[in-house]
């Protein structure tokens, strides 16, 4: 609600409190002929109804001046509820006094005591405004967390953004270091081998740029793009490294964060002994029960004394709880190493 929708809205609320005022004084109080006489004019009536608006527009610029003073400060919240209660309290006193100035005005006997049930009627007239106003109130707190709560949002998704961004970034500064030996090699050794290493690797980083600012890609995608990566790595290894892809073509149209499938590869490369003899075999399946790809491979741990840090597994795990709430699952046993990860559909 715009503010100019939200100033009708309050100054028709308000005037209608100011006319049911009104109407509730003049025609359910006794009072004397000649009082009521003068009370049932237009003065008088367009009296009640600017009073009216300016003690409801005063209790709106003070709850905005308390929201920003205590809103946000959950320490001293409290105060927030006891200034509503004080200026709720306040329009009794108010009420009174507004009374007590029209039977001045019109030379009524008796200006400061309401007799004939006068005092029911301010005590009614009392209850009827703090039940608008708390209304109004009430409803200016709610839409005040609710923008809260929106903003909070928004700036948690941006935040969620930067970091994906972030994660997703986990290429191996070693990787290219590692392909320029490799090719350097082969241009001296193979040279017709040396065309299809620059090819593979060139589609390598033409994936890169054209999905890493994306959330999803497909898996087909997400495959074709290993394949590569592993053809560059098996130049390197000598042609000791495999995928034994299992999937079922119904799932291949399914996605998952750019760049899962080379982390999991990587990972096994990093760090198991693989050569000629002792090739490595990935194995990728499909759960359907589970919703999940599972990537299996045999355990032939490096000898180095540098433990595995876990950093892109963490990663991983990161992106898929920012993207849909769930975690990856591991399971290392002597003889093999297990990753599953959702497989997602939008």
């Known amino acids: 609600m715009n503010s100019k929708v939200s100033t009708l809205v309050y100054a028709a609320l308000f005037s209608g409190l100011g006319v049911f005022s009104f109407l509730l004084l003049v025609n359910y109080t006794e009072l004397p002929s000649s009082v009521a006489e003068s009370l049932r004019t237009m003065k008088a009536f367009v009296f009640f109804i600017a009073v009216c608006n300016v003690l409801g527009y005063a209790t709106l610029q003070a709850s905005t001046w308390a929201e920003n003073q205590y809103a946000l400060n959950l320490p001293h919240r409290w105060r927030f509820v006891v200034l509503y209660a004080l200026l709720l309290l306040l329009f009794l006193p108010l009420n009174y006094g507004l009374l007590v100035i029209a039977k001045l005005l019109v030379n009524a006997a008796h200006p400061f005591t309401f007799p004939n049930g006068g005092w029911g009627i301010l005590i009614t007239v009392w209850m009827v405004e703090v039940v608008v106003v708390g209304l109004v109130l009430v409803n200016r707190a709610m839409r005040a967390t609710l923008k809260l709560q929106q903003e909070a949002a928004a700036m948690q998704k941006a935040n969620n953004t930067a970091r994906y961004a972030a994660l997703q970034n986990q290429l191996n500064p070693h990787f290219l270091f590692n392909s320029l030996n490799t090719l350097i090699s082969e241009i001296r050794y193979n040279p017709a081998n040396a065309e299809r290493f620059t090819q593979h690797l060139s589609d390598v980083y033409r ?46 149209q399914g996605k998952v964060p750019p760049l899962t499938l080379q982390l ?26 589970e919703g999940v790809l599972v990537m299996e491979n045999p355990v032939r741990p490096k000898q180095t004394s540098a433990p595995a840090s876990g950093t892109g597994l963490k990663n991983l795990d990161a992106r898929y709880r920012l993207l849909c709430n769930r975690s990856i699952g591991i399971t290392r046993t002597a003889q093999s190493f297990t990753v599953k990860f959702p497989l997602l559909y939008e």
């Open 264 to 289: 999991l590869a990587e990972n096994v490369i990093k760090h198991n002994a693989i050569h000629q003899g002792q090739p490595m075999t990935l194995t990728l399946r499909h759960q359907a029960g």
């Open 207 to 252: 994936y890169i740029l054209r999905f890493q600012e994306q959330r999803l890609v497909t898996l087909e995608d997400e495959l074709g793009f290993l394949d590569s990566y592993l053809f560059l790595h098996r130049v390197r290894l000598g042609d000791c490294l495999r995928l034994d892809c299992r999937l079922p073509e119904e799932c291949r």
